[in-house]
């Protein structure tokens, strides 16, 4: 895992009751019952996130993705960050063919945020 210090590149200066909205919906989206990415979750910090699907071809209506060949299969995003409150890690992970982003990429989402969460320098110990 490599650790570097980023350079801000510009601020998103949006209203902050709409930014709010969006930000609690990444939340629900990986802690919510319901989230496309609850398999992003762990147990003792919140992390926030989106999943994704992206179509790689045109799915006959009676066949499904996991019924083609291989490189015809669709590709399975994540991206988020953690903590929520005090973010220290971003991740983006796209699995090529892999499939869906909650059942693919958000699992392997999780284990990036552990990881990343437990180690470091500066990791886990605030700002």
Do not use: Y
């Not at 650790?3 to 998103?12: A, C, N, S």
């Not at 919140?46 to 669709?74: D, F, I, M, Y």
């Not at 590709?75 to 991740?91: K, L, M, Q, S, T």
Request: charged letters at 20%; aromatic letters at 4%.
């Amino acid at each position: 895992m490599e650790q570097f210090k980023p350079t801000v590149l510009g601020r998103f200066s949006g209203q902050g009751r709409n930014l709010q909205l969006v930000r609690s919906g990444l939340v629900e989206a990986v802690n919510g019952r319901r989230g496309t990415g609850r398999r992003a979750r762990l147990k003792n910090i919140t992390v926030a996130g989106k999943t994704g699907t992206a179509q790689v071809a045109r799915l006959p209506s009676e066949g499904s993705n996991t019924e083609r060949a291989h490189h015809l299969q669709h590709h399975a995003w994540f991206i988020g960050w953690g903590p929520v409150d005090d973010p220290e890690v971003a991740v983006a992970v796209l699995v090529e063919h892999g499939g869906g982003g909650g059942s693919v990429a958000a699992p392997a989402a999780a284990v990036v945020f552990r990881a990343a969460l437990r180690s470091g320098p500066n990791l886990g110990e605030g700002k």
